[in-house]
């Protein structure tokens, strides 16, 4: 059973949801054929483009379409926090996903079919030229033994465009993201021996040191800055985690490799580690983004250095309707562990979608009731404001965050800047 499966088990069991959802191997029938959480409504009303464009002036549009462009940008993000979660892969999985142009229902479909135990590379090469029904029976998976609200989004088509395939390194199957995490350093690295060793500058260090107190949340850029002697920030990382199995320094395997004469494969094969590490494992993004170019591969378990300004309104939340809802809301509901009272409570409430998920991530981090939240914002009050109220640390939820600010410039469309003070005027009664 894949980690997705087991993960909404456990949560079945705690909020009551019928288990045939979570897991349809289990022949035992609930109550509602896609569970009582996927049956919510999620207080959506369907987005109806010819009549908004009927009241808005064509400057006001384009000001509209904008901003919900920037909407749908944040929003992505924090919803590939739930597929990241569910299936326990880096976020930057479905992120690339998405900003090759999948939908949430592509992304739900591929990651279950991976879940299954299928590779994701293998799905999104035969996404290109079949549809979901063909890819399953291609890498020999029975669709019916998916969870039924992927069933209930698996023949929808991405119209007629052409679907650019994403080849992840490595691969990506369910779990990815424990096994891809490596261990902790000193804060002491580079010590003084390397520093002159290596006649590493001020700005090498500090470099170096970033990456590794940091070494779960990298970027490419950052494996790319200089550290010394020809080498790269990402040589100090591979070093560091060799070093952690072998009893050798960092500085001795890195001698070996100064100059980028030595290849890393060689590397270990002189202090007796299987070259295999580099394609395969943890070090397989570190290792790929030192000797790739830029557009060979997605370094899966590397965070993006940057994002396009805008993305497609179709992932946009408020704009997600029908079964890909159903499917998002179930996400939502795993993700932030919902209870069958909040989510009734927020569906009476009328919030739309994105309101839904923002309540549900405040509320989890203020540690307050749901419906505390839910009625502040149905009273008026903003998103920036309820973040400054209950004084929450943002440290590291820069996804929160962005999609925070996002909402409250399409809630309050005089609100000019995301860093204006009237984002955090307004008050709730």
């Known amino acids: 059973m894949g980690t997705f499966y087991k993960t909404a088990l456990s949560l079945a069991a705690v909020a009551g949801i019928g288990l045939s959802l979570c897991a349809p191997s289990l022949a035992e029938p609930c109550i509602s054929a896609e569970g009582r959480l996927v049956a919510a409504s999620y207080g959506v009303k369907k987005y109806d483009r010819a009549s908004k464009a009927k009241k808005a002036p064509t400057s006001a549009k384009k000001n ?8 749908a940008l944040n929003e992505m993000r924090l919803v590939s926090r739930w597929f990241a979660s569910a299936y326990d892969i880096p976020a930057r999985v479905p992120e690339e996903m998405f900003l090759a142009g999948y939908t949430y229902s592509d992304a739900i479909v591929a990651l279950s079919l991976m879940d299954a135990g299928a590779s994701l590379n293998e799905v999104l090469e035969k996404r290109r030229n079949h549809r979901w029904n063909e890819v399953a029976a291609l890498v020999g ?7 039924k609200p992927v069933l209930k989004v698996m023949n929808t088509q991405n119209g007629n465009k052409a679907l650019e395939y994403v080849h992840f390194t490595p691969d990506v199957r369910s779990g990815l993201a424990s096994r891809l995490r490596l261990p902790s350093f000193s804060p002491t690295v580079p010590d003084p021996v390397a520093v002159e060793r290596f006649r ?17 949340d990298l970027d490419e850029a950052t494996l790319r800055l200089p550290a010394g002697r020809s080498l790269k920030v990402g ?8 070093s952690k199995y072998k009893p050798f320094p960092i500085d001795t395997i890195l001698s070996v490799r100064t100059g980028e004469v030595v290849e890393w494969g060689d590397v270990a094969a002189m202090f007796s580690v299987d070259p295999s590490i580099f394609v395969e494992g943890p070090l397989a993004p570190i290792y790929g983004a030192l ?12 965070r993006r250095s940057s994002y396009p300004d805008t993305l497609n309104n179709i992932y946009a939340l408020n704009n997600v309707e029908g079964a890909e809802l159903q499917a998002l809301g179930w996400l939502m509901s795993l993700y932030y562990k919902e209870t069958e009272e909040e989510r009734a409570l927020l569906n009476s409430y009328g919030l739309s979608f994105a309101d839904q998920a923002l309540a549900l991530a405040v509320a989890r981090m203020a540690f307050v009731d749901v419906s505390e939240i839910a009625n502040r914002i149905r009273h008026g009050a903003n998103w920036c404001y309820l973040i400054d109220y209950y004084k929450l640390d943002m440290t590291g939820q820069d996804v929160v965050m962005a999609a925070a600010i996002s909402r409250d410039q399409a809630r ?7 860093d204006s003070k009237s984002v955090r005027s307004k008050r709730f009664n």
């Open 64 to 71: 509209v379409a904008q901003d919900q462009s920037v909407q």
């Open 141 to 147: 998976i029975e669709p019916s033994s998916l969870p």
């Open 200 to 216: 590493l500058s001020k700005k090498d260090i500090a470099n170096i040191r970033k990456a590794l107190e940091n070494v779960n």
């Open 235 to 242: 040589d100090w990382v591979i070093a560091g985690v060799l």
């Open 291 to 302: 000797v790739e170019g830029e557009n060979y591969a997605t370094l899966s378990s590397l």
């Open 412 to 418: 309050f469309p005089e609100t000019p800047s995301p």
